[in-house]
């Protein structure tokens, strides 16, 4: 060893791997008093509780809502997954969700990309644009894409569906991938030129991997806006397609049967997982450094 | 051909293959103007030897970050042109020049390892899978950190990321080495260190180095030559020795090093010079050839070669003098700085005198006085 290495390594026997600075959770943080806790357990439950009771009532046999069931069974399980109406509407809205989410995110992200070191009038005009169906009520914007796709004959298709859904996710891609650019080091993109790397490898090699949870997390955001929409989907369904928001509105409007509390209880548990996946990544990564 | 390097185990390795002549960088009235008060870089021409260790040197806002970022193409010219090895790299992106480049905060890739980072240009140029490991290998032995490949650089401290960047930005055998204050968020004593790694590193590649500090002491210790900016143009370009012992301005002689500056009366002749109704002598070849020197002139002299005397009977013959008040006494280990006050308008000179002469106390009436062959004369 030289000299210099001295220098360096003063810091006596480093370990390799070399110790990570203690991250925020490893350092103490103040007790929490009881009340707070009681206050959070109260509103924990309320926004959970409703979503939850559907699940027990799911696996109820009675054949009209009942709560607490009385007995167990899933025939409503059995019912859901051997309806052609329910599966198909599962089906369909799961394919929307999927190419709205994808457009959504392709969309959003170029957009993030784009209009992330810019600061002038038109940047800021393009960003509220297209924020904007974050704010519009739902219903304005159902009706007026439903004045539009009439007259473009695009009412009832898959492409129709897909095109307003996406629409709908963009803003979120936006926002949570501007959010992961604030912490990327544009000088990153400077080595990576340096380096060799054209603009498109260095996206793909430097920017993707290191905004990756913000496109992420926009996507899951755009898939479970479109997967969960109700009032566009209304007014675009039709006899041929239709979404499995619509086939459960259908079935508490025309029919009350307990059929939605499976297809509830299936939504719920779908979208749980979904939204674990990110974190369930993030935790893995965070290990593997 | 090859640039050996001795690993720590004794074998040698071999890194490059193909740049140790190095590329010549020239640049010719290069001009970027931002629409500002002034151009950033006011035609700027510099020819910069393969193989050489140029230091762009200069205050902030000098034009030197500016000039480095014109080279590696992460600015466009205003006009001029930049050539490697005489073919115009102007209009090229940066990632078509084929430059490494070092910078202030490493800009390592934070989600590769040590060893994904340094095979990235590899990479990118689809050099094959083999070849890589081996030339990451030799290449992380060359900045001596053989063993931390498999770490990511969060775990790493300032001047081991600076390796690996180093390691990075010379693996791909770049055409040059563009340096951008890499020291700049460093610990003293790290600096230094890197200093000599970087000097090591330079003779043994043997590329071009074009380093960007606003440093002195830096550029003195690590340059073959300093290109000295000041507002955007160049005010001088030499080696270390030239800019420090030959200065043709009083910016470079006030940049680099103390010094006293005597404002002369009016232009200084062939023989003499006139300040404060003293006259000087001058040695030949003391004189700038600067054009300004002709106009209004200055004579500077280190504090080095001002020597103090109690009597004016002991200044020898043929020396320039000037009476003098020592002010003050800074003690500096090696040596004393005596500050003197000139008379004329409060004018505070610098004389060194031996750490071990105790015969100098503050209030003391003295004579500075020194070689006209040690005194400079300069365009004010």
């Known amino acids: 060893m030289t000299a210099l290495d001295e220098h360096e390594t003063a810091n006596p026997a480093t370990p390799t791997p070399a110790p990570r600075r203690p991250s925020r959770r490893d350092r ?30 799911s696996f109820s046999s009675a054949s009209a809502f009942q709560f607490p069931p009385q007995d167990f069974s899933l025939r ?17 809205s799961f394919l929307v969700a999927t190419l709205a989410a994808i457009i959504a995110t392709v969309v959003g992200t170029a957009a993030a990309v784009g209009l992330d070191r810019l600061t002038g009038r038109l940047a800021a005009f393009a960003r509220t644009l297209l924020m904007i169906s974050l704010v519009t009520p739902a219903i304005v914007v159902a009706v007026a894409v439903y004045i539009a796709f009439l007259q473009w004959h695009l009412t009832g298709s898959l492409f129709g569906y897909v095109i307003a859904h996406a ?35 260095s996206f793909i090699t430097v920017t993707m991997p290191l905004i990756s949870r913000g496109v992420l997390t926009g996507a899951i955001f755009a898939f479970v806006t479109s997967f969960d929409e109700v009032v566009i989907a209304l007014f675009l369904r039709s006899p041929t397609f239709q979404t499995l928001p619509v086939q459960m509105y259908n079935s508490v409007t025309f029919e009350l049967d307990p059929t939605i509390s499976a297809s509830s209880s299936l939504v719920v548990v779908a979208v749980t997982i979904i939204f674990l996946v990110p974190l369930l990544i993030g935790s893995r990564r965070t290990k593997k450094r | 051909m090859t640039i050996s390097s001795t690993s720590r185990a004794g074998k040698p390795t071999s890194v490059a293959s193909a740049t140790k002549q190095g590329t010549q960088i020239r640049l010719e009235g290069v001009t970027k103007d931002y629409g500002l008060a002034a151009p950033a870089v006011d035609d700027i021409s510099l020819t910069i030897e393969p193989g050489e260790f140029m230091t762009l040197l200069g205050p902030s806002g000098s034009g030197k970050t500016t000039t480095l970022n014109l080279i590696a193409g992460f600015e466009t010219l205003t006009s001029g042109t930049i050539a490697l090895n005489g073919s115009d790299v102007g209009s090229l992106p940066p990632h078509k020049r084929n430059l490494g480049m070092l910078f202030q905060n490493y800009a390592l890739f934070p989600h590769m390892t040590v060893a994904q980072n340094v095979a990235y240009p590899l990479k990118e140029r689809k050099v094959p899978k083999s070849e890589i490991t081996r030339r990451v290998g030799e290449v992380l032995n060359l900045v001596q950190l053989p063993d931390r490949d498999g770490n990511y650089p969060s775990q790493l401290s300032g001047g081991q990321q600076q390796r690996v960047a180093l390691a990075r930005a010379i693996v791909f055998n770049p055409a040059a080495l563009l340096l951008d204050e890499p020291l700049g968020a460093l610990d003293r004593n790290l600096r230094a260190a890197l200093q000599t790694e970087i000097r090591r590193i330079h003779r043994e590649v043997g590329s071009t180095f074009v380093f960007v500090t606003h440093d002195q002491e830096e550029a003195m210790n690590l340059s073959d030559r300093i290109a000295l900016f000041n507002s955007g143009h160049i005010e001088q370009v030499g080696s270390p020795e030239q800019l420090y012992r030959e200065p043709d301005t009083l910016f470079t002689a006030r940049f680099l090093g103390d010094s006293n500056v005597f404002d002369l009366d009016g232009a200084a002749s062939a023989t003499s010079a006139g300040w404060d109704g003293r006259t000087w002598s001058i040695a030949p070849g003391t004189v700038s050839s600067h054009p300004g020197a002709s106009v209004r002139a ?83």
């Not at chain 1, 051997?82 to 509407?89: G, K, M, N, Q, Y």
């Not at chain 2, 013959?317 to 020592?326: F, R, T, W």
């Not at chain 2, 800074?330 to 006050?341: F, N, P, Q, V, W």
């Not at chain 2, 000179?349 to 100098?360: K, M, Y």
Request: a neutral charge.
């Open chain 1, 76 to 92: 409503w399980y059995e019912n859901f997954f051997t309806d052609p109406i329910w599966l198909s509407s599962l089906g369909n």
């Open chain 1, 28 to 57: 103490g943080i103040d007790p929490i008093p009881w009340w707070l806790i009681v206050i959070g357990a109260a509103v924990a439950l309320y926004f959970i509780l409703p979503t939850l009771i559907v699940i027990p009532l």
């Open chain 1, 167 to 201: 629409a709908l996710g963009v803003p979120f891609v936006l926002v949570s991938v501007t959010a992961a650019l604030g912490g990327f080091d544009p000088k990153l993109l400077r080595a990576s030129a340096s380096l060799g790397a054209s603009p498109l490898r």
């Open chain 2, 298 to 380: 200055a004579v500077v002299v280190r504090p080095e070669d001002v020597r103090v005397a109690h009597d004016p009977a002991d200044v020898p013959s043929g020396s320039n003098s000037v009476g003098a008040v020592v002010r003050d006494l800074e003690y500096m280990g090696s040596y004393r700085t005596a500050l003197l006050d000139l008379g004329r308008v409060r004018q505070l000179g610098r004389a060194r005198v031996d750490a071990l002469d105790s015969t100098f106390t503050v209030g003391d009436q003295v004579t500075a006085w020194w070689k006209p062959e040690r005194q400079r004369i300069v365009a004010a």
